[in-house]
Protein backbone atom coordinates (compact mmCIF):
# COMPACT_ATOMS: atom_id res chain seq x y z
CA UNK A 1 0.00 0.00 0.00
CA UNK A 2 2.99 2.49 1.22
CA UNK A 3 4.34 1.89 -2.71
CA UNK A 4 1.26 2.91 -4.01
CA UNK A 5 1.01 6.15 -2.46
CA UNK A 6 4.49 6.82 -3.81
CA UNK A 7 3.44 6.02 -6.64
CA UNK A 8 0.60 8.50 -6.67
CA UNK A 9 2.19 11.09 -4.82
CA UNK A 10 5.33 11.16 -7.88
CA UNK A 11 2.00 11.08 -10.89
CA UNK A 12 1.92 14.29 -12.84
CA UNK A 13 -0.93 16.12 -12.72
CA UNK A 14 -2.95 18.09 -15.41
CA UNK A 15 -4.64 20.17 -13.49
CA UNK A 16 -1.41 21.80 -11.48
CA UNK A 17 0.35 21.63 -14.69
CA UNK A 18 -2.42 23.61 -16.27
CA UNK A 19 -2.67 25.86 -13.23
CA UNK A 20 0.93 27.19 -13.39
CA UNK A 21 0.30 27.84 -17.67
CA UNK A 22 -2.86 29.48 -16.16
CA UNK A 23 -0.98 32.12 -13.37
CA UNK A 24 2.03 32.29 -15.96
CA UNK A 25 -0.51 33.70 -18.55
CA UNK A 26 -2.56 35.82 -16.07
CA UNK A 27 0.75 37.53 -15.70
CA UNK A 28 1.03 38.38 -19.69
CA UNK A 29 -2.60 39.47 -19.07
CA UNK A 30 -1.47 41.58 -16.25
CA UNK A 31 1.29 43.62 -18.21
CA UNK A 32 -1.10 43.74 -21.35
CA UNK A 33 -3.75 46.19 -19.55
CA UNK A 34 -0.68 47.80 -17.95
CA UNK A 35 0.97 48.51 -21.64
CA UNK A 36 -1.30 47.90 -24.34
CA UNK A 37 -5.14 49.29 -23.37
CA UNK A 38 -5.46 52.78 -23.20
CA UNK A 39 -9.15 52.81 -22.37
CA UNK A 40 -9.88 52.78 -18.75
CA UNK A 41 -12.60 50.47 -18.52
CA UNK A 42 -11.48 47.46 -20.71
CA UNK A 43 -8.01 47.73 -18.72
CA UNK A 44 -10.26 47.44 -16.00
CA UNK A 45 -11.69 44.49 -17.34
CA UNK A 46 -8.58 42.54 -18.57
CA UNK A 47 -6.78 43.34 -14.84
CA UNK A 48 -10.06 42.17 -13.28
CA UNK A 49 -9.49 38.51 -15.85
CA UNK A 50 -5.85 38.31 -14.64
CA UNK A 51 -6.39 38.85 -11.01
CA UNK A 52 -8.65 35.50 -11.28
CA UNK A 53 -6.91 33.40 -13.59
CA UNK A 54 -3.85 33.77 -11.41
CA UNK A 55 -5.57 33.19 -8.17
CA UNK A 56 -7.55 29.88 -9.86
CA UNK A 57 -4.36 28.77 -11.48
CA UNK A 58 -2.12 29.12 -8.18
CA UNK A 59 -4.75 27.13 -6.72
CA UNK A 60 -5.17 24.31 -9.24
CA UNK A 61 -1.09 24.50 -9.26
CA UNK A 62 -0.89 23.79 -5.63
CA UNK A 63 -4.01 21.42 -5.46
CA UNK A 64 -4.17 19.59 -8.75
CA UNK A 65 -1.49 17.54 -7.39
CA UNK A 66 -3.03 16.31 -4.02
CA UNK A 67 -6.47 15.63 -5.25
CA UNK A 68 -6.83 11.34 -5.59
CA UNK A 69 -10.45 10.58 -5.78
CA UNK A 70 -13.05 11.62 -8.82
CA UNK A 71 -14.89 14.53 -6.25
CA UNK A 72 -11.53 16.65 -5.96
CA UNK A 73 -10.67 16.65 -9.50
CA UNK A 74 -14.01 17.36 -10.26
CA UNK A 75 -14.12 20.38 -8.43
CA UNK A 76 -10.82 21.71 -9.58
CA UNK A 77 -11.64 20.57 -13.20
CA UNK A 78 -14.95 22.83 -12.96
CA UNK A 79 -12.52 25.46 -11.53
CA UNK A 80 -10.58 25.40 -14.25
CA UNK A 81 -13.49 25.99 -16.90
CA UNK A 82 -14.81 28.59 -14.43
CA UNK A 83 -11.99 30.87 -15.08
CA UNK A 84 -11.36 30.18 -18.40
CA UNK A 85 -15.11 31.17 -19.21
CA UNK A 86 -14.70 34.37 -16.64
CA UNK A 87 -11.39 35.47 -17.89
CA UNK A 88 -12.01 34.66 -21.17
CA UNK A 89 -15.34 36.66 -21.46
CA UNK A 90 -13.84 39.11 -19.96
CA UNK A 91 -10.77 39.71 -21.87
CA UNK A 92 -12.87 39.03 -25.25
CA UNK A 93 -15.00 41.69 -24.30
CA UNK A 94 -11.92 44.24 -23.84
CA UNK A 95 -10.12 42.96 -26.54
CA UNK A 96 -12.48 42.43 -29.73
CA UNK A 97 -15.46 43.81 -28.16
CA UNK A 98 -17.34 40.60 -27.94
CA UNK A 99 -20.29 40.30 -25.49
CA UNK A 100 -19.00 39.01 -21.99
CA UNK A 101 -22.06 36.74 -21.46
CA UNK A 102 -20.36 33.70 -20.66
CA UNK A 103 -18.61 35.48 -17.44
CA UNK A 104 -22.05 35.05 -15.26
CA UNK A 105 -21.25 31.15 -16.29
CA UNK A 106 -17.86 31.09 -15.11
CA UNK A 107 -18.41 32.77 -12.40
CA UNK A 108 -20.90 30.94 -11.05
CA UNK A 109 -19.15 27.50 -12.15
CA UNK A 110 -16.13 29.19 -9.89
CA UNK A 111 -18.56 29.27 -6.83
CA UNK A 112 -19.82 25.96 -7.35
CA UNK A 113 -16.21 24.33 -8.14
CA UNK A 114 -15.10 26.02 -4.43
CA UNK A 115 -18.54 24.36 -2.73
CA UNK A 116 -17.64 21.04 -4.39
CA UNK A 117 -13.75 20.86 -3.36
CA UNK A 118 -15.09 22.48 0.59
CA UNK A 119 -17.82 19.23 0.81
CA UNK A 120 -14.72 17.14 -0.87
CA UNK A 121 -12.37 17.96 1.91
CA UNK A 122 -15.30 17.12 4.81
CA UNK A 123 -15.86 13.58 3.07
CA UNK A 124 -11.81 12.49 3.23
Request: proline share 2%.
Amino acid sequence: MLNLERRRARRPSLLACLGGLLAAAAVGLSAYASHGIAEPLAQSHVNTAALFAFGHGVALAALGATQQNRVGKLALSVLLLGTLLFSGSLVAGAVWQFRTGLAPVGGSALMLGWVVYAFNALRR
